[in-house]
Nanobody, 116 residues
Framework: QVQLVESGGGLVQAGGSLRLSCAASGSTFSRVIMGWYRQAPRKQRELVASINTSGTTNYADSVKGRFTIFRDNAKPATYLQMNSLKPEDTAVYYC??????????WGQGTQVTVSS
């Protein structure tokens, strides 16, 4: 059974940094797209960043230049390095893996709170 376990969330002041981690288990992940989504109160879940099997990345416009997504296929895991955090980055962040045929799994989420 696929499991995604996130860690690294917390409370940080504006301008600070956090690094989120997502450890994956229960399958082979070499062919998945790995991503991070977030959901703020009263807002829809949105894509923050994704990385495919070739290492090609995709970022939401709001985080470009501040966030970086990595993946380690050997572990397997994905990471989100978040710098220059803003209060509007406050949300629950979810790890996501998606196979090319559409099967998708989500982590349980980790809270990120940025104080002004």
């Amino acid at each position: 059974q696929v499991q995604l376990v996130e860690s690294g969330g917390g409370l940080v002041q504006a301008g600070g940094s956090l690094r989120l981690s997502c450890a994956a288990s229960g399958s082979t992940f070499s062919r998945v797209i790995m991503g991070w989504y977030r959901q703020a109160p009263r807002k829809q879940r949105e894509l923050v960043a994704s990385i495919n099997t070739s290492g090609t990345t995709n970022y939401a416009d709001s985080v470009k230049g501040r966030f970086t997504i990595f993946r380690d296929n050997a572990k397997p895991a994905t990471y989100l390095q978040m710098n220059s955090l803003k209060p509007e980055d406050t949300a629950v962040y979810y790890c996501n893996v998606r196979w090319t045929w559409g099967t998708t799994y989500w982590g349980q989420g980790t809270q990120v709170t940025v104080s002004s």
